[in-house]
Every structure is written in C-alpha cells, then in structure tokens.
C-alpha cells in the first residue's frame, strides 16, 4: 500500500529547500520500499538545488542514506523485510562492457535513472498527486522510499543508520579515490584539496592506504584542524590569489605522488596537477559547473610521465565496496562517527543546507 511520508523538495532552483509531506507508492516488480533511518546532507544535493548537477524540479533530495526494508515487490530474491540496507545512486545494468568489467560507475546506462526508477517511472507524489523527480534514483531524503534492488545493498544490521547512510556517498567517493582509482601505495606522498566530507574520507583513505605524508590543503582552518584528526600529517591553509605548489613540493620531497581534487574547481584541478611531481597522478573527485575547464602544460604529460584523470563514485562496485567499507568501520579503521558534525530533525533541513553552503559541517545528517 501506499506509504505518506515527509519529504525534503527542491521546489526551485536558487531557492531554500522544503519540507512537505508526500506520497510513496508500493513496490513494482524488482523494487523494494525503505523506511529511512538517516540521509546525509551532501554537496551534491546542494548542487541539485543551484543548478550545477541538472536535475529539474519538483525534485525528492538525498542519495547518500540507510534504512530497514518494510515492503518486496514481486520477483525480489536478494532482500526481505526487516533487511538493513544503504541506498546506492548509481545504475547498474550488468550486462555492458563497463558493468562486466567491474566498473558500475561507467554504465552505459546511467542515465535511465537521473530523476526516475529505471524503467523511467516514479512512485513519488505530491500533495496533489502529481509527480516528483527523484534524485538520481533514489529521494531519500524522506521517511519513506521506494528504490529498484539495483540501487540498494544490504549491509549488517548492527552499524547504525547515520553511520552506514554516509558510505553512501562521501565515505566510498573519498576512501575509493585513494583505494581504487589512485591505488595509493605504502610510503607515498598525499596532497589533497578541500577537506569537506570528500576530502576528508580521501585524507583517511590515504592513511588507511598507508601513506607516510599526506598534506590537507583548505580556506578554512576549522577544516584543517579537522583533517589532522582523520590523518593529514601536514596543513596548508588556502588563500586567493596564493599559488601553493611551492610549499607543497618542498613538504612532498619535489612533489606529491598523489594529489586530489575535492572542491569541484577547474583551477584546483590544475593546481592539483602541477602539485604532483615525476610519475605522479592528480585525480579529479569533485564536481565541477558545466562550463569550467582545467589547463595543464600538455609537454608534462609525456616528458614527466604525468597523470591527470577522474573519479566518480570512488571508482566503487557497490556490493563489494560498501561492505569493506563498514567492515573496516567495524574493526576501529575507518572513521565514521567522527565524520558527523551535526544531526538533523527532517523539519531543520533548510539549516542543514545552510550549513552546508557555509562550510560549517563535515557531514550534516538528518535522523529520522
């Protein structure tokens, strides 16, 4: 049966988010309804919310949430009420050359499910019964949602919700930048860029990996206190106009042998790039406007061997990913409860986002 629900609603672009109660309809074939527990507030929600990610409203926020399975639609072997589970934003069809060759994130058909389920429908409805986006799949941002089984994963029932919610996204984003696209080694160098939820989780990700120097690199120094917490051995406070790649050559040794690109700026991404040294790889994790651009000195690319490339979603397989997450969460390896600055009541949303836009959180959570 149908489901009503609170919901937090980007109504119009460039304008405060809003909380209204909505309507979720019961699960299809290969669908499954959630009932929340937490949603973490992310940047890229903000950027729904302003334009920069184009995802038109009436628009259902969140992606990066966890919470218990309360409804199976037919054909649904892999779930069964009571399940924990986190929600993934990523389509998976499995069967093209990306999915078969373990790269989900690049799915051919990605696109099927930007502000629908994958069959292009919606079990979202206003007050008035009409119809609203989702985002990426998911809208979770809601006490209640329903979500295709590709795009939700079980995990174990005792890591609580607001934890989990956040591998969601700024966990497996920052931590899969270093494990998987960069395959940072024992004993390397780490610059990293921002040190916002993304930043951070690259920043421990590099410890994890075993780096021995890992540099923070932030307008704010709240941030770079926080980034000594989750690993960063050294702190270099940004100011504008200051180019920065001589300190951070002089602390890396001639250069980083990593660097990553946390904000979303065609100009960090450069300075990321000039900020690795011989053989280095900058890798680009935030997201960008659409019109910026990045410029590198093409002759470095050959003569000095080095490598300016991307990641989206931390390079992740879900299933396989999420858990090894939690499971060094489990172990004491990975920080998740310190990540949570703040939690949220559904009702103070608009704060959390206002939080958000002013730099003032790690990661804001709404606990339902």
């Known amino acids: 049966m149908a489901q009503s629900a609170r919901a937090v609603v980007c109504r119009e672009l460039n304008k405060p988010v809003v909380v209204e109660s909505i309507t979720v309809d019961p699960p299809q074939r290969g669908e499954v309804m959630v009932k929340l527990g937490a949603c973490g507030v992310c940047h890229s929600d903000l950027s729904a919310t302003n334009g920069t990610i184009p995802l038109p409203p009436p628009l259902v926020l969140g992606h990066e949430a966890a919470g218990e399975v309360v409804a199976v639609g037919e054909g649904v072997t892999g779930l069964a009420l009571g399940d924990h589970v986190i929600s993934s934003f990523i389509y998976m069809c499995g069967k093209c050359r990306f999915c078969s060759m373990g790269r989900p994130v690049l799915c051919v058909d990605q696109g099927k499910a930007l502000t629908t389920l994958p069959d292009g429908t919606l079990r979202t409805r206003d007050a008035q019964g009409k119809p609203l986006n989702i985002f990426s799949g998911c809208g979770v941002m809601a006490e209640y949602a329903t979500l295709h089984v590709d795009n939700v994963v079980k995990i174990d029932p005792r890591i609580p919700f607001d934890r989990a919610a956040l591998v969601g996204c700024a966990v497996t984003t920052g931590v899969g930048a270093v494990f998987n696209t960069a395959r940072v080694v024992p004993g390397a160098s780490v610059a990293v860029f921002g040190c916002g939820g993304g930043g951070l989780n690259g920043i421990q990700g590099a410890a994890i990996a075993g780096a021995v ?140 986002f206002a939080d958000l836009e002013s730099g003032k959180n790690a990661r804001g959570v709404i606990v339902f």
Not at 281 to 291: S, T
């Open 213 to 352: 120097r890992i540099v923070a690199i932030d307008s704010m120094e709240s941030k770079l206190e926080l980034a000594k917490k989750f690993g960063a051995t050294d702190a270099l406070l940004a100011k504008p106009g200051e180019d920065l790649t001589k300190p951070l050559k002089k602390l890396t040794g001639g250069g980083a042998d990593y660097a990553f690109e946390c904000v979303g700026s065609g100009e960090l991404a450069a300075a990321a790039y000039k900020a690795i040294g011989r053989g280095g790889v900058a890798v680009v994790v935030g997201v960008a406007k659409p019109g910026d651009s990045t410029a590198v000195r093409t002759m470095t690319l050959p003569f000095e061997e080095k490598t300016l490339t991307g990641s989206y979603f931390g390079s992740c397989v879900p299933r396989i990913d999420f858990p090894r997450m939690l499971g060094l969460y489990m172990q004491g390896k990975l920080k998740l409860d310190e990540l949570i600055t703040r939690r949220y009541s559904i009702d103070e949303a608009p704060q959390a």
